[in-house]
T-cell receptor, first 115, second 112 residues
Framework: ETGVTQTPRHLVMGMTNKKSLKCEQHLGHNAMYWYKQSAKKPLELMFVYSLEERVENNSVPSRFSPECPNSSHLFLHLHTLQPEDSALYLC??????????????FGEGSRLTVL | KNQVEQSPQSLIILEGKNCTLQCNYTVSPFSNLRWYKQDTGRGPVSLTIMTFSENTKSNGRYTATLDADTKQSSLHITASQLSDSASYICVVILYGNNRLAFGKGNQVVVIP
């Protein structure tokens, strides 16, 4: 148990569906992240929220829409996805100080399959 | 070309044997280097964190080394167990902007 909980663990959706991934952290951290992990590729940073404000968006397609209502919760809203978006989506949190990236604590991931 | 290269890509070892995983990086300057273990279907879990001034750090049967001059790190697993079967990911944190550069991982399979 890492203190970061992701739901659902598995999701299958069609290209016209709308779904959301949820992440909750119980560690009191002030930064949360979404990463995409595809087979045989390094983790790709998608979004970073620090103190509930989005500080980085790594040129992610608009079909992915993040939401961070408070420091403990992070969502990734999905719509009109493509089959190549099938991957493991990992949420992480850290305690972000001035100029310091704290240790990342990852959730178990949401395995997404787009048909 | 990825800034963090790991080798071997995959490795099969007998239970009880030792193995060493390599991480070469090109990012500079860096703040610290981390090794994560990721079990199949799970999220990565931190094993070690080393700053540029540290040469070695241990976590149980895992020992990480760092040579900042040659920009190489290694993760040594001693007396491997079946539970060591996982992907081991090397991560380099850039100094200044704190961006993370991830390797693709070393896939280790321990067989009885």
């Amino acid at each position: 148990e890492t203190g970061v909980t992701q739901t659902p663990r598995h999701l299958v959706m069609g290209m016209t569906n709308k779904k959301s991934l949820k992440c909750e952290q119980h560690l009191g951290h002030n930064a949360m992240y979404w990463y995409k992990q595809s087979a045989k590729k390094p983790l790709e940073l998608m979004f970073v929220y620090s103190l509930e404000e989005r500080v980085e968006n790594n040129s992610v397609p608009s079909r992915f829409s993040p939401e961070c209502p408070n420091s403990s919760h992070l969502f990734l809203h999905l719509h009109t996805l493509q089959p190549e978006d099938s991957a493991l989506y990992l949420c992480a949190s850290s305690q972000h100080g001035t100029g310091v990236t704290g240790e990342l604590f990852f959730g178990e991931g949401s395995r997404l399959t787009v048909l | 070309k990825n800034q963090v290269e790991q080798s071997p890509q995959s490795l099969i070892i007998l239970e009880g044997k030792n193995c060493t995983l390599q991480c070469n990086y090109t990012v500079s300057p860096f703040s610290n280097l981390r090794w994560y273990k990721q079990d199949t279907g799970r999220g990565p879990v931190s094993l070690t964190i080393m700053t540029f001034s540290e040469n070695t750090k241990s976590n149980g049967r895992y020992t990480a080394t760092l040579d900042a001059d040659t920009k190489q790190s290694s993760l040594h697993i001693t007396a491997s167990q079946l539970s060591d079967s996982a992907s081991y990911i090397c991560v380099v944190i850039l100094y200044g902007n704190n961006r993370l550069a991830f390797g693709k991982g070393n896939q280790v399979v321990v067989i009885p």
